[in-house]
């Protein structure tokens, strides 16, 4: 299984400091996605980095990867109390041919 | 631009009672389709997937079944409830499998 796994499993900062979310993956990807979950919610995909990709930002967002690691993360700027939710990692596979499997994901709460 | 519905949000179903939840998709033709668990704080399991009209592969066996009766059309059922089967039901579709999946808002199955 090449299960992505997120760490921490939660994270409590205070309104205005930045956020820092790992994801570690066992086998070789095409790209690494990142998804966000607001309580009671669907999962709603947030940025996409290819394996060829360093870096990627979006907003306050900024998403690393380091292939030879098997490695990524996602910084959140500057965040907000509506950052609060829970982030995902999901990793496809080499091949293609399979569905993205998904990390058991971080609670992020951010206290005004 | 695509949507996709799930319903319904909610559904209190007692023990050996039949299931019956609906997923549809407008806007795109052709889409993989997905179902995924959720138990209360934890990550996603992925039980069905379908790339096509009738074809469904499975994750898990369990008590649960899915179909794909037309193209954006991906029902989640089950003959007789258990207790284990309670948690939060997500369906998601996406243009391939390595491309972002695009999710419901869920629906929160309790059984009693």
């Known amino acids: 299984s090449q299960q992505g796994e997120e760490d921490p499993q939660a994270l409590s900062i205070q309104e205005g400091e930045n956020a820092t979310m790992n994801c570690s993956y066992k086998t070789s990807i095409n790209n690494l996605q990142w998804y966000r979950q607001n309580s009671g919610r669907g999962l709603v995909h947030l940025i996409l980095?290819?394996?060829?990709?360093r870096e990627k930002h979006s907003g306050r967002l900024r998403v690393t990867l380091d292939t030879s690691k098997k490695s990524s993360s996602l910084l959140i700027t500057a965040s907000r109390a509506a950052d609060t939710a829970s982030y995902f990692c999901?990793?496809?596979?080499?091949?293609?041919?399979?569905?993205?499997?998904f990390g058991k994901g971080t609670r992020l709460s951010v206290i005004a | 631009s695509q949507t996709i519905h799930q319903w319904p949000a909610t559904l209190v179903q007692p023990v050996g009672s039949p299931l019956s939840l609906e997923c549809t998709v407008e806007?795109?033709?052709?889409?993989?389709l997905y179902w995924y668990r959720q138990a209360a704080g934890r990550g996603l399991q992925l039980l069905f997937y379908?790339?096509?009209?009738?074809?469904i592969s499975s994750e898990v066996p369990q008590n649960l079944s899915a179909s794909r009766p037309q193209d954006r059309q991906f029902i989640l059922s089950s003959k007789k409830l258990l207790l284990s089967d309670s948690g939060f039901y997500l369906c998601?579709?996406?243009?391939?499998?390595?491309?972002?999946?695009?999710f419901g808002d869920g629906t929160r199955l309790s059984i009693l």
């Open positions: 999901a990793t496809d596979a080499n091949s293609g041919n399979t569905p993205l499997v």
């Open positions: 980095i290819r394996s060829n990709e």
């Open positions: 998601a579709w996406s243009t391939e499998f390595n491309q972002p999946q695009h």
């Open positions: 806007g795109t033709s052709n889409p993989n």
């Open positions: 379908s790339v096509g009209i009738g074809q």
